[in-house]
């Protein structure tokens, strides 16, 4: 069974850095695009980065260009969520998932609704 946990997450200072961990378990990320996405309290889902099964990456969110990056390391069947200068805005809980199509997984969906499969998420506080 497709399973993704995330890793990484805590409390850490405005300006401060933090690199989240998306594992796979049940399958190979080699040929799969993942997203990451973040749910503040009181707010709706939104995306952040999404990168495909061979390094290309979508943006969802202009608020964190420039700030945050996606990278992957297929031989630890690993995703990773690399973010800094972080404000306080930035907190949420933090998931990463993988489309739901088989036919379409390599590549980045066009929104949340495309994605099947989700991880637990973890607690990103940015706060002084």
């Known amino acids: 069974q497709l399973q993704l946990v995330e890793s990484g997450g805590g409390l850490v200072q405005p300006g401060g850095s933090l690199r989240l961990s998306c594992a796979a378990s049940?399958?190979?990320?080699?040929?799969?695009?993942i997203g990451w996405f973040r749910q503040a309290p009181g707010k709706e889902r939104e995306g952040v980065l999404c990168?495909?099964?061979?390094?290309?990456?979508?943006n969802y969110a202009d608020s964190v260009k420039g700030r945050f990056t996606i990278s992957r390391d297929n031989a630890k069947n690993t995703v990773y969520l690399q973010m800094n200068s972080l404000k306080p805005e930035d907190t949420a809980v933090y998931y990463c998932?993988?489309?739901?199509?088989?036919?379409?997984?390599?590549?980045?969906?066009?929104?949340?609704?495309?994605?099947?499969?989700w991880g637990q998420g973890t607690q990103v506080t940015v706060s002084s």
């Open positions: 998932a993988a489309p739901r199509s088989f036919s379409y997984r390599h590549t980045c969906p066009n929104g949340a609704g495309r994605y099947g499969y």
């Open positions: 990168i495909s099964w061979n390094g290309g990456t979508t």
């Open positions: 049940g399958f190979t990320l080699d040929y799969y695009a």
